[in-house]
């Protein structure tokens, strides 16, 4: 192949990276600011929106599970293209339907699209640019941030003015767009994507497949991503009750969702950078600790004193989700443990995070009031960093995957 063919093919799955990793949260964040509104609208309780927290984590966690299985079948780039499809067809559906249980299940359908694509892009990273995995782990994590955000600042005022049918289903066109450009990358590599098993989860001797479970490495990958997302999914889900608790309006709360999500736009620009130049990272994840605690303090016993300053200290708290995406790749030797630690660190770490909202916000509507669901969220951090200890540790998981 000439360099010149190898820097476009390189150049159109760039594209195709970018564009997928930007749909990955917004099915996410361009519900939660409007779940009170859809659930006046079609009628739902408020118990309902602590099931809708958890669908996400929960749909993440099948895509774990689910793409060692379709990327060893179709090839991984045909595996991110039905991801992106099956987000786009979720996505606009979801924004139709008339009743709670479709929209359940339409957003399971999309959820788990994006699920998909939580686990794909890792391993297709490392199969294109394995030359450059600090600098595309940063750009990719850059990508779902702005995914995150974008969403959370403007789907109320667009349901202001335009209701929020259109304000929901409007994101399903990015999803589609998304999937253009693995169509291109399919026609370029025609029927080589389906045979060439050089990066696919498991290789010609199956040394992968079944034992990524016995490293220690892996479960504390697990538990530093679980319970990353489980916390930061509570907060998604719960941000906006708890400013209305204290008195903000639902615009002042998406906003808040929107600017937590826009922090760690920080962390993805630098946390991979700073992992790939660290033997060890755990001190970075101690100071992320420290941060989750000022912004429990703060919302627990003062909200409305310094809103921003909580929100930037929480923001700033799942720091440990980028470094866990990278060292997906910085802990692994081939595109076979890459596939195969990203779908076991996503497949349990989101099982683990998926009783997150349910559990807060149980616990809230069981006490009445916020201090116990906070006490929750700080065990998790304390297991984060269990996990951390123990991932973070320079070694590599087909070292200790036997």
């Known amino acids: 192949m ?26 996410v964040t361009a519900f939660t600011p409007l779940a009170a509104r859809i659930g006046d609208d079609i009628g739902y309780s408020t118990a309902v929106v602590g099931v809708f927290g958890m669908l996400p984590t929960a749909m993440f966690a099948l895509g774990g599970l689910l793409t060692p299985v379709l990327s060893r079948r179709l090839g991984l780039e045909m595996t991110a293209l039905a991801a992106m499809l099956m987000t786009g067809i979720g996505s606009v559906l979801r924004a139709l339907v008339p009743d709670t249980w479709q929209l359940l299940a339409f957003s399971a359908f999309a959820l788990a699209g994006m699920g998909i694509g939580n686990v794909v892009i890792p391993p297709l990273v490392k199969r294109y640019f394995s030359d450059r995995l600090a600098m595309l782990s940063s750009v990719y994590i850059v990508m779902v941030q702005l995914g995150t955000v974008l969403p959370a600042l403007i789907t109320v005022p667009i349901a202001d003015a335009h209701g929020w049918r259109l304000s929901l289903g409007m994101w399903a066109a990015l999803a589609f767009a998304a999937a253009l450009p693995w169509i291109a990358v399919l026609r370029t590599r025609r029927d080589h994507a389906r045979f060439d098993t050089t990066e696919l989860p498991a290789d010609a001797n199956d040394r992968a497949a079944g034992k990524v479970w016995r490293s220690p490495l892996a479960w504390g990958m697990a538990f530093m991503f679980g319970m990353t997302s489980l916390i930061t999914y509570s907060m998604f889900t719960w941000l906006p009750t708890i400013f209305s608790d204290a008195g903000a309006n639902a615009a002042f709360g998406g906003s808040m969702v929107g600017i937590f999500a826009l922090i760690g736009l920080v962390a993805a620009l630098s946390a991979p950078i700073v992992v790939g130049r660290m033997a060890n990272p755990f001190p970075v994840v101690l100071g992320c600790a ?83 669901p906070f006490a929750f969220l700080a065990v998790a951090v304390l297991i984060l960093m269990a996990g951390a200890w123990v991932a973070c540790k320079p070694r590599f998981l087909e070292d200790t995957w036997n």
Request: aromatic residues 12%; positive net charge.
């Open 2 to 27: 000439s360099k010149r063919a190898l820097f476009e093919g390189r150049l159109l799955v760039f594209v195709a990276i970018v564009m997928s990793a930007l749909t990955l949260r917004v099915a």
């Open 290 to 372: 420290v941060f989750f605690f000022i912004g429990f303090a703060g919302l627990l016993f003062a909200p409305m004193s310094a809103p921003l300053v909580w929100v930037l200290a929480l923001g700033l708290g799942p720091s440990t989700f980028p470094m866990a995406l990278t060292l997906i790749n910085l802990r692994t030797r081939t595109g076979a443990g890459s596939a195969a630690l990203s779908g076991f660190t996503q497949g349990v770490g989101y099982s683990v995070a998926c009783v997150g909202p349910l559990l807060f916000g149980a616990l809230h509507m069981m006490t009445g009031g916020w201090p116990v």
